[in-house]
Structures are given as structure tokens and as C-alpha cells.
Nanobody, 126 residues
Framework: QVQLVESGGGLVQAGDSLRLSCAAS????????MAWFRQAPGKERQFVAA????????YYADSVKGRFTISRDNAKLTVSLQMNSLKPEDTAVYYC???????????????????WGQGTQVTVSS
């Protein structure tokens, strides 16, 4: 069992940076691939980024590639999402997710994730 709690969301202007964090509980955190998804009002949940259990493999949606960076610290049981050059279209609720399947296998399919956090709101004004 893994419990996930996101933090770091807020209101920023276009071009600003923001760092999201996800704190996990559970001694087996290092066994899970982790990911960030987001959901804007009226839209489906969208894959943002994923990272393998070791941190050696990372995967990004095309829309955030080059701007966002996912990382993890297994000793601290955290996964982070550094978001740079934010755009108004990045506005959404951001969710942290965990799964036991390897990260490289369809990382963008949300139904393959076993655990989810409650989400943190990110709002980017123009």
C-alpha cells in the first residue's frame, strides 16, 4: 500500500517556474514507478511525466518535454516535478501516481497506475 500527498501548487504567471512534490508513505516506495498526470476543467486526465523505480528512466508528454523535469529521491520517499517556462495551458490539477509495473510500459495510460494522490492545483495566468 502506498499513500501519496502532493504539494507545491499555486498561482503563477506565464514564464514562471514551479516545483511540485509528492510525498509517499510505505516501505516499498522504491519498487514503484512514479508519474505525474494533470486534469484541466472539462478535459480528460493527461499524462505529464513518469520515472522508473531507480530514476534512471524518464518519460515525458510532448507538450512538456524540455520544460518539465521529473525526479525522485527514494531515501526521502519523494518524487518531484520541476516545471519551467509555464504556460496558461499548463493550468490543471496535478496528480501524483504510483504503479508496480515498469515505467517504460505504456507510462501514459492512467488505468495502469495503482495509487493516486488527491492532487494540487496549478494555475498559470497570462
Amino acid at each position: 500500500q502506498v499513500q501519496l500527498v502532493e504539494s507545491g501548487g499555486g498561482l503563477v504567471q506565464a514564464g514562471d517556474s514551479l516545483r511540485l512534490s509528492c510525498a509517499a508513505s510505505g516501505r516499498t516506495f522504491g519498487d514503484y514507478a512514479m508519474a505525474w498526470f494533470r486534469q484541466a476543467p472539462g478535459k480528460e486526465r493527461q499524462f505529464v511525466a513518469a520515472i522508473s523505480w531507480s530514476g534512471g528512466g524518464t518519460y515525458y508528454a510532448d507538450s512538456v518535454k524540455g520544460r518539465f523535469t521529473i525526479s525522485r529521491d527514494n531515501a526521502k520517499l519523494t518524487v518531484s516535478l520541476q516545471m519551467n517556462s509555464l504556460k496558461p495551458e499548463d493550468t490543471a490539477v496535478y496528480y501524483c501516481a504510483a504503479r508496480s509495473r515498469p515505467a517504460h510500459l505504456d507510462p501514459g495510460r492512467d488505468y495502469l497506475y495503482d495509487y493516486w494522490g488527491q492532487g494540487t492545483q496549478v494555475t498559470v495566468s497570462s
